[in-house]
Structure formats: structure tokens, C-alpha cells
């Protein structure tokens, strides 16, 4: 057979031929940055330069038209460049401040809103659900338009004590990494997958299988004189690694898979170091298309924070300083036997002491 | 290619209501095509059903590569045969997420032709992600893009895509050249990013200080987070500009520094820099007025990961600082002391921070060649368990 023509090992393209010409300029030679108006970041070089970063908001699912539509606006309001943010947004670079406004206006006809900067929300960081993903306990994008569609005032404002992050992520493979987020909102399965005990020997490595579990709770087994696995329902944590290997092991579950919302985790280092979010509410069940139960109940959250935290206190901060009683006091979100900690290092999490506030 | 229908979304249209812009109006832009709306009938199923349809595995992927394409195939091919595959690309993006107009047009033309004209933008990872594909497309997809100077990115066991911060391109605050770090890593490992051969996925991230807007902290093997080591910057007169306007710069700043080395007399901001955590606050609310220290590098941390298998770990400290020119030869250095003792001993599917975990951070410096500094611990050990290494104890076998 003919090797075809074809290149690769290349990389990606370098990123000096993606840069600006105000950015190729002052390249490290930036002296400070403010926010002039929510969604408008100005930062000033040491030349004196000015650039304008107009940010817009984004499903992250973007279709090619969209993605032509914003190269239209960069070729008409800035020279031809772009970029996009790590949490999804993008960003227009603009050198002229009078071609502010009328982008501005575009974006908004075309149903992107500018915002997502300073002490507001920006964009959730999120996964694919249902559009994409095989281990979804839910749907990503139709939780996360439902929630942003609620709190979109604090996207568009610069309200809140701190910058608050809402993650995403639609199962514990956590694609979207949400462990360290202001607000964690996370499917979960919570019922041990069921064996499609026909298709394992067709489709998986029983050892494999059976080495895939954190827990050790499968086991090998003859079913029907034929190669398969059995698993001890109370030792399963239903974190789904033997259905990643194994799709005849079927964690996803239309009756008992849900969502859980997290709270106070942070990446930064900026005061406190960084920390993961921690459990508030155990379970709201999958109810689309806007899944009412988690946009109110994640809106809550926001609104006592904003209400009571001090000025640049983050979330898990502001919970921190008051403590978890009053957290769930306050919120008014039941504690449950489900928010005391029983997987490895549990202890660790246990008060162990009489500092006790009454 | 006949023409479907697109089919009744009453559970979707919902969700073009509303403020927040609409994933469903993003498919609808691109359901002129029959793989469009199948994604469409199969989502609404989904709406319906309370459960996804979506089959993983079967190895698919471009010639010589075993990354890069994430296999996907619905489970109801019948009715929905124009999403029996829909595979995913990752498209390795520039550093930092700057691109022209014209690639970006270049971009959307190959996906035109040849897919969904789904993308997002991006992956969590950080690739241009096209959402969709059929097997006979990935071959003519790949050419097309490498043709334009495109590549992919990583998926499986293998180096993942490193990304990294806005850094200097538009950043006072980024303490190494984020842009030119990513880029020059992900060119040295293009084997180790396209041919799986690790126990489990290995990130590299970027960040230019510790405010880590790219959450290396979190989300990679390999967090390299930039800071400095002598004073940081001050313009006092600036101080007492923000004072002026209206920061209570006690209270605002002197008071939220976690390690209390500040103090302000109303004229002065007085740093005791040995004392600097680096933690970022003050030059956050100060902005024109701090700056890091002029002496700069990186802390590199290592093992963060999400809670699949044994639970979500963040990165920790392995070189408190290191100095970061190129061509980076003390990150590669250790990169691959790393790789080596974590691909030789490492399980199927373990990723570093949980194979850590596992053989002991101790025996883990041993094997890699590094001396333990405190830096490393919140603090010693508490329990009296120490497995003692025959020199220690004079007099031991």
C-alpha cells in the first residue's frame, strides 16, 4: 500500500502569528489593568497603549456560523483578531474606544451579552452531557443555560463580595474539574450499575473490569456458563470507572440519576490557598428542560453569599469564617447523614474539637 | 445526501428562551444538515427519557496516531443513523487561545465540508474541539488541517494538550512567558501527545501567578504557577491614590494578606517581603500601584486530578522555585524523571498524583532524584509509623 501524502507530528500553530500587532508590541510590557465598565477590561503598557478587551458570554457549544460571526466583528472592530478566555468566553481586543459601544451592540443583536468580569459570575465551565457524553448522569448545557439564565444579572453586573465561578461537570469524571469551584454542580448515578451479562464476554477484559473498581467491590463470575462479573452493591460508590471500561456495565440510570451542588472551593491563591468545593446539597433530581429544583437552589446559594459575605471574601472563604452550621443555617439547606465524609480519610473532616458556636 | 426534516423539539425549544445564549439556537444554526438533525432527535430523546445515548470506545482514530479522536457512537442507530458515529476531533489551539480572523475562517471551512459544523471553543482541556464526525471523514479532516499548519491534540494515555494563561501577551502580572512555555513544551513531546504510552492521561498547565486562571492547580499533572522571589513592586505614590479614591487600604488589603506582612500608616505601604506568600491579593486590588518582584520563576506542583479512581487531589509543591527560560530544560528534566518511574510502576488508568499517593511522596523524590525541602508539606507527620531506611540507624543491617 502507497503511504499517503500527509504531514504530522507539527503542533499546533505558533501563537506569534495569532497575536495582535498591540500585543506583539507590548509583549510582557504591560503596566496595569482596570474595568471600566462591566465586560470592558482596559490594560495600559508601559508604551502607553491602551487595548480594549470586550468579553462575551458563550455557550461554549458554538456553531461554525457563530465562530464566522465573530470573525466578521474582529475583522470589522479589530483588525482581524480575536481570542477566547479559559473559562469560554471570547474576547474581542479592540485599540479604538469609540467602536466600543456599536460591538457592544452587535454582540447583543446577535444574543451574546458583554460581562463575566471582576466580583460578577462569569462564564460556568462546563461538560457535554447528553449532546456528546456516554457517562452523563445528566444533560451540561441545559443545566447551565437554565442557571445563567437566572443569574445572568451578576454576569452583566460587578455586584457580588468576589468573583464567584460556577462549574459544571455531568458525572464524577469531572471534566470539567469542578472540585475547586466557588459553586460545584455535579451529576451523579446513585444506584450500582446493572451487568448486561450477554454482552460482557463480547465487549470486556473481566480482570480489567474487575481491576477497574476503586473499591474492589466486582468480583469474576460464571453467568449462564459464560464469562462475567458479579458486584457487591454496598461497596459500589457508583463512580462508573468499570462502565468507562466495560460498556456493558451500565451506570447511567433515567430514574435515579441526579445532581449535587458543591460550595466554597477556589483555585487562586489570592488570600486563602486554594481549597476543594465541599458538598451542600446531596441530590435534586434530573428534571429538564430547566431542572427548576437546581436553578433555584443554586440561586439561593448565590443570593445569601452576595447578602452576607465581606468585600473580596470568595465563597468557601465567607463559609470558612462563619462555619458550616451557620452556612447551612442560613441557606437553610437540610444536613444530611449524606454530608459527613466515609470514603478514605474520612476522619480527617470529623470537628475534633468544643469551638463550637451556640 | 437527501434532505431529512428537522424533527419536533418542543423540550429543546425551551431552551432557546431566555438571556443566556442558547446551545439549541448554536445546533439550529447548523440543522441544514441530516446529522444535525438526528442530534437534535436524539437530544430530545434524551429530554425525554432522563438518560443520555451515547456509546463510547471502539478504537478510531487518524494513521499513525492514537489520540486525538474520541470515539462516539449513539446506541439507536436505527433511528438515528446519521449519528450511528459521531466522533469528536481535538484540534490542538494556539497558546492562549489568540487567533486570526482568517484561521479561525480556514477552521470553520474544514469542519464545513467534512462534519457537523458543531465545535465548542473550547474542550476543558483547552483543544479546539470538533463535535461529531463520521469514521470515513477523520483521514481527509486530518490532511486538511495539517495542510493549514493545524494539528491534533491529546486524548487517552498520553500527554494531554498543555495549555496555559493569557500570560504576557496581556498580562502585567504573569510572572514567566506562558505562551512561549506551552508552545515550546507541546512541540518537544508531539510524540508523547499523539501515541499513548503513560499508565493515564498526563496534563501540563500554565499560569503566569497565582491567581492560576487556568486552574493548574486543579486540573493538571504538571501545574507550573509563576511567582517571584524578591520584593514586590511599589509605588507609593499610587498607594495613596487608591486611598484617596476610596480604598480602605487597611482593611481591603493590610488585613486580608494571609500572611500579615503588611502594614499602612496612611502615607506608607510597608512590605515585609520575607515574610510574602505571594499570594496575589494586594496587587489584585492595587493594581497600579504593586507589581511582583523583578526576580521571577515558577513553583511546580504536581498530581492534581479529578475524583476518578481514588479522589480529586490538588498539585503539590515539588520545586518551590525554579527560573523559567527556555528551552526549559529543568521542567522537561523532571517531566520525564516522572514519566519514567510513573510508566514503569503505575496501574492501568492511575493517574501521577494518586500513584504518589500510593508508593509514598518520599520513595517518589528518591526514584525522581529530588531532595525533600518543607516547602513540600503543610506539615510533618503526625503519626509515628516511619518506615525507617536501613542508614538512617547506625548499627542496622
Known amino acids: 500500500m502507497a503511504i499517503p501524502d500527509r504531514k504530522t507530528d507539527i503542533g499546533p500553530p505558533h501563537y506569534e502569528k495569532h497575536l495582535p500587532p498591540i500585543v506583539k508590541k507590548n509583549y510582557g510590557k504591560w503596566a496595569y489593568h482596570e474595568i471600566p465598565e462591566p465586560g470592558v477590561l482596559l490594560h495600559v503598557a508601559e508604551s502607553g497603549d491602551k487595548l480594549y478587551s470586550v468579553r462575551a458570554a458563550s455557550p461554549r457549544l458554538l456553531a461554525i456560523t457563530t465562530i464566522r460571526n465573530f470573525a466578521d466583528l474582529a475583522d470589522k472592530y479589530c483588525d482581524g483578531y480575536l481570542r477566547f478566555t479559559s473559562r469560554n468566553n471570547v474576547e474581542f481586543l479592540l485599540t479604538d474606544q469609540k467602536k466600543i459601544e456599536p460591538l457592544k451592540k452587535e454582540l447583543a443583536d446577535l444574543g451574546f451579552p458583554v460581562g463575566g468580569m471582576g466580583n460578577a459570575i462569569s462564564n460556568i465551565v462546563h461538560t457535554q452531557g447528553w449532546v456528546h457524553c456516554h457517562s452523563s448522569a445528566t444533560d451540561a448545557s441545559g443545566v447551565v443555560k437554565s442557571i445563567m439564565d437566572e443569574l445572568y444579572p451578576h454576569f452583566v453586573d460587578m455586584k457580588l463580595p468576589a468573583k464567584l465561578r460556577i462549574a459544571f461537570a455531568c458525572c464524577l469524571n469531572m471534566c470539567g474539574a469542578v472540585h475547586c469551584s466557588d459553586i460545584a454542580v455535579l451529576g451523579v448515578h446513585t444506584r450500582p450499575p446493572r451487568i448486561d451479562h450477554a454482552d460482557v464476554p463480547k465487549v470486556c477484559e473481566v480482570p480489567t473490569l474487575v481491576a477497574s473498581c476503586p473499591t474492589g467491590a466486582i468480583r469474576p463470575a460464571t453467568v449462564n456458563d459464560k464469562p462475567s462479573i458479579e458486584i457487591e452493591d454496598e461497596q459500589c460508590m457508583y463512580c462508573g470507572n468499570c462502565y468507562t471500561v466495560c460498556p456493558a456495565v451500565k451506570i447511567n440510570n433515567a430514574k435515579t440519576d441526579g445532581i449535587s451542588i458543591w460550595v466554597g472551593g477556589k483555585v487562586s491563591n489570592a488570600r486563602h490557598e486554594p481549597m476543594f468545593s465541599k458538598l451542600a446539597v446531596p441530590f435534586l433530581p434530573n428534571n429538564p428542560p430547566r431542572w427548576p429544583e437546581v436553578v433555584s437552589a443554586v440561586k439561593n446559594i448565590v443570593e445569601v453569599y452576595a447578602k452576607n459575605a465581606r468585600k473580596h471574601e470568595r465563597m468557601g472563604e465567607w463559609i470558612e469564617r462563619i462555619g458550616w452550621p451557620r452556612f447551612f443555617k442560613l441557606t437553610d439547606i437540610p444536613f444530611t447523614r449524606y454530608h459527613i465524609d466515609d470514603f478514605t480519610h474520612a476522619g480527617e473532616t470529623f470537628k475534633r474539637s468544643a469551638q463550637l458556636k451556640h | ?397
Request: net charge negative; hydrophobic share 35%; proline share 6%.
Open chain 2, 1 to 397: 445526501m437527501t434532505k431529512k426534516k428537522t424533527p419536533a423539539t418542543p423540550l429543546l425549544d425551551e431552551l432557546e428562551k431566555g438571556p443566556w445564549p442558547s446551545f439549541i439556537k448554536e445546533i439550529k444554526k447548523e440543522a441544514d444538515r441530516p446529522m444535525v438533525q438526528d442530534l437534535l432527535g436524539v437530544l430530545e430523546r434524551s429530554y425525554e427519557e432522563h438518560i443520555g445515548h451515547w456509546k463510547h470506545g471502539g478504537l478510531v482514530g487518524v494513521m499513525g496516531y492514537g489520540g486525538g479522536v474520541i470515539g462516539r457512537y449513539s446506541d439507536l442507530q436505527e433511528e438515528f443513523p446519521e449519528v450511528a458515529e459521531f466522533h469528536t476531533y481535538r484540534v490542538n489551539q494556539p497558546a492562549a487561545w489568540f487567533y486570526t480572523s482568517k484561521a479561525l475562517r480556514e477552521i470553520c471551512d474544514i469542519w464545513d465540508e467534512h462534519g457537523s459544523g458543531l465545535t465548542n471553543m473550547h474542550g476543558s482541556t483547552g483543544d479546539i474541539i470538533f463535535l461529531g464526525s463520521k469514521t470515513e471523514a477523520l483521514e481527509p479532516v486530518f490532511k486538511k488541517l495539517t495542510e493549514k499548519g493545524w494539528d491534533l491534540g491529546g486524548s487517552g494515555s498520553d500527554m494531554r494538550t498543555p495549555s496555559c494563561c493569557v500570560g504576557p501577551a496581556r498580562c502585567e502580572w504573569a510572572c514567566y512567558d506562558t505562551l512561549n512555555a506551552c508552545y515550546d513544551v507541546t512541540q518537544n513531546y508531539q510524540d508523547e501527545l499523539h501515541r499513548p504510552a503513560f499508565p493515564y492521561k498526563f496534563k501540563f498547565k500554565f499560569a503566569g501567578c497565582p491567581n492560576d486562571c487556568v486552574a493548574s492547580v486543579a486540573r493538571s499533572d504538571m501545574s507550573v504557577i509563576g511567582t517571584w522571589k524578591d520584593d514586590i513592586q511599589v509605588d507609593q505614590a499610587k498607594v495613596q491614590e487608591y486611598a484617596k479614591a476610596g480604598v480602605d487600604i487597611q482593611k481591603e488589603v493590610c488585613d486580608l494578606c494571609p500572611s500579615d506582612c503588611m502594614s499602612w500608616d496612611g502615607k506608607t505601604l510597608d512590605i515585609d517581603n520575607g515574610e510574602c506568600v505571594k499570594c496575589m491579593h494586594c496587587i489584585n486590588v492595587l493594581s497600579k500601584a504593586l507589581k511582583p518582584g523583578k526576580e521571577r520563576g515558577a513553583t511546580i506542583l504536581i498530581g492534581a486530578k479529578a475524583p476518578i479512581i481514588g479522589g480529586a487531589l490538588l498539585s503539590a509543591v515539588f520545586v518551590p522555585f525554579l527560573e523559567m527560560e527556555p528551552p526549559y530544560e529543568d521542567i522537561k528534566e523532571l517531566a520525564e524523571a516522572i514519566w519514567d518511574f510513573w510508566g514503569e510502576h503505575g496501574k492501568n488508568r492511575e493517574r501521577v498524583g494518586e500513584f504518589i499517593q500510593r508508593v509514598g511522596l518520599g520513595t517518589f523524590l528518591d526514584q525522581i532524584g529530588l531532595d525533600p525541602v518543607p516547602e513540600m508539606i503543610s506539615h510533618p507527620r503526625a503519626n509515628p509509623y516511619i518506615f525507617f531506611q536501613d542508614e538512617v540507624v547506625e548499627g542496622a543491617q
